[in-house]
């Protein structure tokens, strides 16, 4: 395979992956560390292998904090279980609707429906609920949109011979 289809792949998989980090129908992360292991082991990169371990490490890390987060943090906003669930429901349907971000609506509609469906008569516990829920969506996507601009960059840079 040319060279040059392989950096382009490389670089479509690392931009792919960045969309992914907020994009549910995209395996995030994964995409972009497939994009950086071609790139260093598919063409002949002066790559050092330790960024390879680093980023792979990083997406371990934010694969478990995209879950972890998230349930924190509904939890510390007074969320229960019925939240956590909702919001698993809401993001599947979510994903089906013909709506720009439907996923993420989905997701927060979810949340403040189960926990209204456990207590309907505190409202202010579910939009509580569904403030942590947002909160923690936040966190765990900032966290892997910055390791999945990492990678892009410092494939860009190596690519430029900077690094």
Not at 94 to 111: K, R, S, T
Request: net charge positive; charged share 10%; proline share 4%.
């Amino acid at each position: 395979m040319d060279t040059t289809l392989i950096y382009i792949l490389c670089l479509i998989l690392l931009f792919l992956g960045i969309l992914g980090t907020f994009l549910p129908i995209l395996p995030g992360l994964l995409l972009s560390i497939c994009g950086l292991l071609i790139y260093k082991f598919g063409t002949d990169s002066d790559l050092p292998i330790i960024y390879v371990w680093a980023f792979g490490i990083l997406t371990v890390i934010s694969a478990v904090l995209n879950y972890v987060i998230p349930a924190k943090t509904n939890r510390k906003y007074g969320g229960t279980r019925w939240g956590s669930i909702g919001s698993i429901v809401g993001t599947i349907i979510g994903m089906f609707l013909p709506i720009p971000l439907g996923f993420l609506i989905g997701m927060f509609a979810g949340v403040f429906i189960g926990e209204l469906l456990h207590d309907s008569k505190d409202m202010n516990k579910a939009l509580k609920s569904t403030k942590g829920a947002f909160i923690g969506f936040i966190y765990g996507t900032g966290f892997s949109l910055v390791v999945g601009v990492a990678m892009f960059l410092v494939v860009i840079l190596d690519m430029l011979k900077i690094i």
